[in-house]
């Protein structure tokens, strides 16, 4: 046993006290309830930001939270957004300057729709080279 200085407390975790900063990966995978592949390819994404200590990689708390929030409540209502969009289509048909307030509540609606729907759905590799290749009309089906 080691000797401490004179004053000094060991110390003890402080585990519970506060909500942690880094979750191991496979802990933040079943907090969203993805599976390991989909998990480690939003990784690689972008989606998910991770960090690595020593060999084990970890997921930031901060990044589950800003994924799973627009599933929790978003902040738009498509009843505010769709007047909005409709009123700043109607000023711009009829050549006059939109209400700014109309503008923002659009903007920002349609910025937290877009968002929304792309948590929902991020394709393969694969699936994207198929997408492109059905896409692109200079490749046929041999």
Excluded at 7 to 22: E, I, M, N, Q, W
């Amino acid at each position: 046993m080691t000797k401490q200085p004179h004053g000094a407390t060991k110390r003890r975790p402080s585990r519970g006290r506060y909500p942690p900063v880094l979750v191991p990966v496979l802990d933040g995978f079943d907090m969203l309830g993805i599976g390991i592949t989909k998990g480690y390819q939003m990784i690689a994404d972008g989606v998910l930001d991770s960090v690595m200590i020593g060999r084990r990689r970890y997921l930031k708390t901060e990044s589950l939270m800003r994924l799973a929030s627009p599933h929790q409540a978003a902040t738009f209502s498509p009843d505010d957004v769709m007047p909005a969009l409709k009123g700043v289509a109607e000023a711009l048909d009829a050549e006059r300057e939109p209400d700014p307030r109309s503008v923002e509540t659009a903007i920002n609606g349609l910025e937290e729709m877009l968002a929304f729907l792309r948590t929902l759905s991020t394709p393969t590799k694969a699936e994207q080279a198929a997408r492109d290749a059905a896409a692109d009309p200079r490749q046929t089906a041999e």
